[in-house]
């Protein structure tokens, strides 16, 4: 069997050199192209860089995507007109114009989306589920997360996924549960909602922790990423089960056979 063809975007970036880290020695797997829009960093790449994402699709079986929702949502009308089987796109802050753009993509080939690609975060999505429907509304949710100094969206991806599932768990949409950001006199917590909360600084790859907090005791569910090849790791191993399925806009938790959200 033939090896599974890649094009990354952002190649040269911090998740394109995690990415061609986790793939390289895998001999299911060959990266044939990236996108940089300084093609001149093609020296410290073993293949080609291509402004276009049209370009670097050309010849590749899956299109993996961490970079901004504007790039992300302009290669994903790119993939209808290549040979691209499957995607994979871990962009997060995109507005829901441009989440329905991904969906709009996903009716031609299977797209796995997620807000965060680790193993470990699937599951604690699917925990943070059974234990909202477990522990009622009379147990407050905080969702806290940490990023390092250059990550430009808040809440993260992440956090809003751990979000959608703890609505779902209390058959809610999170948009309904979601409080506003606090400052200033803010007046008692209402009951039921969920809340967030950000830290941004220094290098900190990634943490999370979901408190349900009652009013004689704690459950945090929490995850801390060591490493930024967690995340590839997770996109690879979608990248493969994404080929086996049809069209569609698919989540990390069902390509680890878990759910996160509904029943």
Known sequence: MSAIRLAIAGAAGRMGQALFAAAEGQPDLTIVAGTERDTGLQAALPFPLFAAPADAMAGADVWID???PSASVAAAAALADSGVKAAIIGTTGLSE???AKIALAAQRLPIVKAGNFSLGVAVLSALVRQAARALGAGYDIEIEEAHHRNKVDAPSGTALMLGDAAAAGRGASLA???LPPRDGVTGPRPQGGIGFSATRGGGIVG???????GQREIVTLRHEALDRGVFADGALAAARWALTRSPGLYAITDVVG???CGD
Do not use: G, I, K, N
């Open 66 to 68: 961490f970079t901004t």
């Open 97 to 99: 114009a441009e989440e």
């Open 176 to 178: 309904s549960l979601r």
């Open 207 to 213: 943490r999370h922790s979901v408190l349900f907090a």
């Open 258 to 260: 878990l759910q996160a």
